[in-house]
């Protein structure tokens, strides 16, 4: 998968210059020359390093920042002709890698391009390794991805939560060869009267709040591949508007009258049973044989054997890359890690693995699963439920995922209503997402 | 952003204005060089036009330096 970058910069020379350095580094490029464009490229996808020149026709590159929920976004580097200490000071108070004056030097340009090209690659591929198992169970499903990857048929991953389900559809974005990108849309985390416009985008006035055109996932997935996660949560009339669109491929956004193609491949998730989901109504028949040319059932870790051990030992190797330590996993640990039974599956090891390697003093990692798993019954899309010995943690990221949800995904209501600055939430899903947590990607 | 050179405009203009030009040159002679060093004359033709114009900015903000 390639990287994106997005310039924005007025002078054309420059911006077309940078471009065509970017394109053989490997990125895949978005040239804005106001702020106006980059605002409307910015909310049509993620950009994995922007390049932003501070003074545009149309204001000052530092706002795009404020403005921006920059947590959907790689990292950024500012480019000026006009440095000053209020420019820089901001710089370095805010989310910004490089503060380069112009002229810049070419080749430190390039290096940085190269630099955050790597980093994408290395942290694409380590999110990968987490699919490897001894396990019959993990190398069936490893040989199936491997044969469909290239193929255009549509995946349905089923599986319960923490098993990997996005890391499958990425893996098999990758293996397909497509050259637009991959982009992932959780159902069940965006209010049901919103979802058609994240689906399918909305022009500017077409309900109260639509300030804008917005682009929705389909069509930001152009070529690529879009994950549609907790596909049985999508209200039903929108699962016969998403089948239509699946057979004719093209959409209509909310309040527009285009037709506009929309070539993408489609792997849908659900960590319920598809059959039983199909029983109660919760998902179309229709369109589940519509969405399951292939479908791969991801095993939950208890049932992968020593794949267990296989994980933790990955997990501390990444640890020991990062830390720049030669930490192990203690033998003496071994047999409780293989006793128990992960209810939150891989996800739930990486956080034990984590939580131990981070305490312990000594070289030894000793593993302990959590005693109190965290029970997900009888909860509603407004309350939720916790159990003695839950980590502060674990109720922090409950609160914060259930609240954006029930905001819509809004970060400034979802601040304003946990009584958190906006910079709190924004950094708590940074945290949440780089500690490989799927449904902060969401 | 850049604008009429030189020629009576402040300081802090004149030079962001220079900075611009010289920084399009840069930038635009490594992707010169790299594509005629893979052998891609006809695409590095139209980047040279680029960097005529940024050196002819440059030619022409020397020219009229800033009043002081």
């Keep these: ?442 | 952003m850049s604008g009429e050179p030189g020629g009576g405009a402040p300081p802090e203009r004149w030079l962001h204005d220079l900075r611009n030009a010289i920084n399009g040159a840069c930038v635009t002679a490594m992707v010169v060089r790299s594509l005629i060093e893979g052998d891609r004359a006809q695409e590095a033709l139209k980047f040279l036009d680029d960097l005529d114009a940024s050196c002819e900015r440059c030619r022409q903000l020397i020219e009229r330096p800033p009043a002081r």
């Design chain 1, 1 to 442: 998968m390639q990287p994106s970058l997005l310039i924005m910069d007025d002078d054309g020379a420059f911006a077309r210059a940078v471009k065509a350095i970017a394109e053989e580094v490997g990125y895949r490029v978005f040239v804005a020359p106001t702020m106006d464009a980059a605002r409307r490229l910015l909310d049509g996808g993620r950009m994995d390093l922007l390049l932003l020149d501070l003074n545009l026709p149309d204001g000052c590159g530092l706002d795009l920042i404020d403005e921006v929920d920059m947590s959907q976004h790689g990292q950024i580097a500012l480019v000026t002709g006009n440095p000053t200490i209020e420019t820089a000071a901001r710089a370095v108070a805010g989310p910004v890698i490089e503060y380069l004056v112009k002229p810049v030097d070419p080749f430190q340009l390039r290096k940085l391009m190269e630099r955050i090209r790597a980093a994408y690659r290395e942290r694409d591929e380590s999110a990968t390794e987490e699919l490897v198992g001894r396990s019959l169970a993990m190398r069936r499903v490893v040989e199936t991805m491997l044969r469909i990857a290239p193929s255009e048929a549509s995946v349905l991953l089923v599986g319960e939560s923490g098993t990997g389900k996005e890391l499958v559809a990425r893996a098999l974005h990758r293996g397909s060869g497509a050259s637009g990108p991959f982009v992932a849309l959780n159902c069940g985390a965006v209010p049901p009267e919103l979802l058609a416009s994240q689906l399918f985008g909305h022009e500017r006035g077409s309900f109260t709040g639509a300030h804008a055109r917005h682009i929705g996932v389909f069509e930001q997935a152009s070529h690529g591949t879009l994950l549609l996660d907790e596909i049985t949560e999508m209200p039903s009339h929108l699962q016969v508007y998403l089948l239509r669109v699946l057979e004719g491929g093209t959409i209509t956004r909310v309040g527009g009258n285009e037709s506009i193609a929309t070539p993408v491949r489609i792997i849908a998730a659900t960590n319920r049973d598809p059959l039983r989901a199909i029983a109660d109504g919760s998902l179309r028949e229709d369109l589940f044989y519509r969405l399951a040319d292939v479908p791969i059932s991801l095993p939950p870790l208890r049932e992968r054997d020593d794949d267990v051990l296989l994980l933790a030992h990955l997990f501390i190797e990444r640890l020991n890359r990062n830390y720049g330590r030669r930490k192990r996993l203690a033998p003496e640990c071994e047999l409780a890690l293989l006793q128990h039974s992960w209810p939150g599956n891989v996800r739930e090891l990486r956080s034990a693995v984590q939580r131990a390697y981070l305490l312990e003093t000594g070289d030894a990692i000793h593993v302990q699963p959590y005693r109190n798993p965290v029970p997900a019954t009888s909860e509603t899309a407004t309350t939720i439920l916790f159990t003695v010995g839950t980590t502060l943690a674990e109720i922090e990221r409950r609160v914060l995922l259930k609240t954006l949800a029930h905001y819509g995904n809004d970060k400034t209501a979802t601040a304003h209503a946990l009584g958190v600055s906006v910079r709190t939430v924004h950094n708590q899903l940074t945290r949440m997402r780089e500690s490989g947590d799927e449904d902060a990607a969401a």
